[in-house]
């Protein structure tokens, strides 16, 4: 259960958006998504793995990368071995090959409960080798993001992960590579200004935050009032960011024919 989801008595679960008490197991077999309101709590890179492709056919690469801290930023290796040990991951992204219905995919999921989905050096190198590792197996590639943007304890080697993705993104959009990114809740600031907004296709959860800046950013900056749905994936749909909203329940089948539909090409 991510920090999106208060806990309430023991076995149960509340609601952060409709307040309404959940049994955690009728909670997590609707993939934690609330019965009473469709709110789409957060869910772990792993758990959305396990949920989307086939069974046992994840197979998981580049887990020997780990992030230093050339600029001895302060807290910083405190905060990576607590993330570590929360997200049972060694950074924020797990990246690695898959199946969806029976067809070859190479796959990266974010995963927001280590350091806020930050991009640094090693989730932009994951992200930039699942790209290449689709390009070499000639499968489509499939991203999941959530973060709050680039990692600021790793600098300039973070801002730099925004460059060589697009360049990976583009070089897979040269060979015919589909590449398809879905956006959950939140994809933020540096990760939404570089891969994910680039993808061939673009899928989002329902009322996701997507945007570049926060609200009090934009409070900061002087900016006038704003919809009460803005920075929401209905938002950025309606003003043609993404290109589908996707309950979670659907998503397996939704990608699943979109593999099968643009990558058609490849088998």
Known sequence: MSKADAKGPEGFVQCP???????????EAALRVCPYCAHHGRMPARLRILTTFDPLSFVEHDEDLRSRDTLQFPEYGVKLAISTEKADSTDSMISGEAEIEGQKVAVAAADFSFMGGSMGSVAGEKVTRTIERGIQLNAPVIVFCASGGARMQEGILSLMQMAKTVAAAEKARRKG????????????????ASYASIADVILAEPKSLIGFAGARVSAQAG???????????????????????????EMRGTLATLVRTLGGHLA
């Open 17 to 27: 958006a409709c307040k309404k008490i959940v049994f955690n197991a009728d909670y």
């Open 177 to 192: 590579i589909p590449f398809f990114t879905v956006f959950t809740d939140p994809t933020m600031a540096g990760v939404l």
């Open 223 to 249: 900016v006038g009032k704003v919809p009460s749905d803005f920075q929401t994936a209905e938002w950025v749909l309606k003003h043609g960011m993404i290109d589908r909203i996707v309950p979670r329940k």
